[in-house]
């Protein structure tokens, strides 16, 4: 990946490592599908409203809009649902570590499908950033595996998920970034609404301001202008790629927790987040060529 994108999977990291926190908080009034809808449905009203200020507009063809539902289930409805149903029993750190096993599953996953070429790199580098998951959150959010299986399975499940979703997302490399995170944003909507209608009566929940507000900011931070970035290192980087943004979250919610919560960088976090950057480092494969060019400088001679 070049500078750019590196940037954009940087940028991505940081607001989605933030959403974590913004649905704990929103869970602590309203149930699952609720906060989904919240997170969805205030998502796509700006992203409506910026896309037609910019002269673009949604597409008409049914085929796309059966794409743009697929993509919906697949990287919204679904993995949401199952994060945020996950986040009832299992901690915040223990929810990152599990999706942090989203790149390797897409490195297997992109390998058997066609899409990308496993090799000893990506598997290597992949297994040194998830050590540096475990590392980074610590071996007491393992201790709680037991009680919170389901917690746990629900999160795998939303990690197996969002692979898929990143494979099936390189057949809209031609529709423009803000157009594909509309689309999938009103179609995640149109099928939230119904089912958290149904199922939680979400009409009936008092909600305070402060929750108002984290859902707000995970709607139009963690969603709205998270999914442009995403659609867009989607089609410049790939799907594997892309998914090294899982690695990066438990980073993003370490210094959110010392800015917001006064909390301590430890030696560990600190060890975590340099195995976390080595593992990108072998993925990439640039900094170890570049290193293998380097050559002792034999211009120096002796008097």
Same mark, same amino acid.
């Given at each position: &990946? =070049? $500078?750019?994108?590196?940037? #954009?999977l940087? +940028?991505? +990291?940081g ?5 974590y926190?913004?649905q ?7 149930p699952?599908f609720?906060v ?10 700006p992203l ?6 910019l ?6 063809a049914?085929?796309l809009?059966a794409?743009?539902?697929a993509?919906?289930?697949? =990287? =919204? ?5 199952l994060i945020?149903g996950?986040?009832q029993?299992? +901690?915040t750190? &223990?929810t $990152?570590? @599990?999706i942090?096993?989203t790149? *390797? *599953?897409?490195v297997? !996953?992109?390998h058997?499908l066609?899409?990308?070429r496993m090799?000893?790199g990506r598997?290597?580098g992949? $297994?040194v950033?998830?050590?540096? #998951?475990?590392?980074?959150?610590g ?7 037991t009680?919170?299986? *389901?917690?746990?399975l ?5 990690? @197996? +998920? ?6 099936y997302?390189?057949?809209?490399? /031609?529709?423009p970034?803000?157009? !594909?995170?509309?689309g999938q !944003?009103?179609?995640?909507?149109a099928?939230?609404l ?11 929940y008092p909600? %305070? ?8 900011a995970l709607?139009v931070f963690?969603t %709205? ?8 290192l989607l089609?410049r $980087?790939g799907?594997?790629?892309?998914l090294?943004?899982? #690695? ?10 010392? #800015? ?12 975590? *987040? ?9 993925? /990439? ?6 290193i293998?060019k380097?050559k002792p400088?034999?211009?120096?001679t002796?008097?």
């Amino acid at each position: &990946m =070049n $500078a750019g994108e590196w940037g #954009l999977l940087l +940028s991505l +990291s940081g607001l989605w490592g933030l959403s974590y926190l913004f649905q704990k908080i929103g869970l602590s009034e309203l149930p699952v599908f609720s906060v989904v809808l919240a997170r969805v449905g205030l998502a796509a009203v700006p992203l409506v409203v910026v896309l037609y200020a910019l002269g673009q507009r949604l597409p008409t063809a049914p085929g796309l809009w059966a794409g743009f539902m697929a993509i919906a289930l697949l =990287n =919204n409805v679904v993995p949401f649902s199952l994060i945020v149903g996950g986040q009832q029993w299992i +901690s915040t750190g &223990m929810t $990152a570590i @599990l999706i942090g096993t989203t790149p *390797m *599953m897409s490195v297997v !996953l992109s390998h058997f499908l066609g899409e990308e070429r496993m090799t000893v790199g990506r598997v290597a580098g992949v $297994a040194v950033g998830l050590a540096g #998951l475990v590392v980074l959150v610590g071996p007491e959010a393992l201790g709680g595996f037991t009680l919170g299986l *389901m917690g746990q399975l629900l999160t795998l499940g939303a990690a @197996l +998920s969002y692979t898929l979703a990143a494979i099936y997302g390189r057949r809209f490399r /031609d529709v423009p970034p803000l157009v !594909l995170s509309t689309g999938q !944003l009103v179609c995640a909507t149109a099928i939230m609404l119904p089912v958290a209608a149904f199922a939680d009566r979400f009409w009936t929940y008092p909600v %305070s301001g402060g929750v108002w507000a984290a859902l707000l900011a995970l709607a139009v931070f963690g969603t %709205s202008l998270g999914y442009i970035l995403y659609f867009r290192l989607l089609a410049r $980087a790939g799907p594997t790629n892309l998914l090294l943004v899982t #690695l990066l979250v438990p980073i993003g919610a370490t210094i959110t927790g010392v #800015l917001f919560l006064e909390e301590a960088i430890t030696p560990t976090a600190l060890g975590g *987040m340099v195995l976390i950057f080595l593992g990108l480092a072998v993925i /990439d494969g640039r900094p170890l060529a570049w290193i293998g060019k380097l050559k002792p400088d034999r211009r120096f001679t002796r008097p």
